[in-house]
């Protein structure tokens, strides 16, 4: 079964106050998500974050806090079902872990494999979607700085390439 899980917010955008035993401005201490990619399409899934979340207005997969009792898989899972209203079958790839500098907070990153592109539905974090090829994802302009660190990764580039 998935459900939504409710979250501690304060504020709003830059100005947000989260939920981190380090006080550092992310979501928890651990969060996970992943870049949807189409296995027939060979396309990338990327959101546009809205301004009620950490660094708005960029482009970004999809993903958030794990929450205690989850496993990242879960996280994974529940946050693109809640960010998008999908509920198909995905194939999660570790890839890449992000740590920041202190090492209070880590964000696993995943490939999910999709057999099709599909029309999310879109909650409050987003404002836009597109599904694009990975040369216009690599020409973007304002993408989230997870996003590129995540195509700065050789690992990530070889699942993607190896999916392309």
């Known amino acids: 079964m998935i459900y939504i899980k409710t979250f501690e917010y304060f504020g709003d955008g830059a100005n947000a106050v989260y939920s981190n035993d ?12 992943c870049l949807p990619i189409s296995i027939k399409t060979k ?3 990327l959101c546009y974050r809205s301004s009620y979340v ?6 970004s997969g999809f993903g958030g806090k794990v929450e205690e009792d989850d496993s990242l ?12 209203g999908y509920y198909g079958d995905i194939d999660l ?12 907070f880590e964000y696993h990153n995943y490939i999910g494999i999709v057999d099709n592109e599909f029309e999310p539905i879109l909650n409050w974090e987003s404002d836009g979607y597109k599904w694009v090829t990975f040369e216009q994802l690599l020409k973007i302009e304002d993408k989230h700085p997870g996003l590129e660190l995540l195509l ?3 690992k990530t580039l070889d699942v993607i390439n190896h999916i392309l």
């Open 22 to 33: 380090a006080g550092d401005v992310f979501w928890g201490n651990v969060g996970a998500g």
């Open 43 to 45: 396309k990338i899934l």
């Open 152 to 154: 700065k990764d050789k």
């Open 93 to 104: 790839i570790p890839v890449f872990i992000f740590r920041n500098e202190n090492k209070t």
């Open 54 to 59: 950490n660094e708005p207005h960029t482009w």
């Open 73 to 84: 898989n879960d996280t994974v899972i529940n946050e693109l079902c809640e960010e998008t």
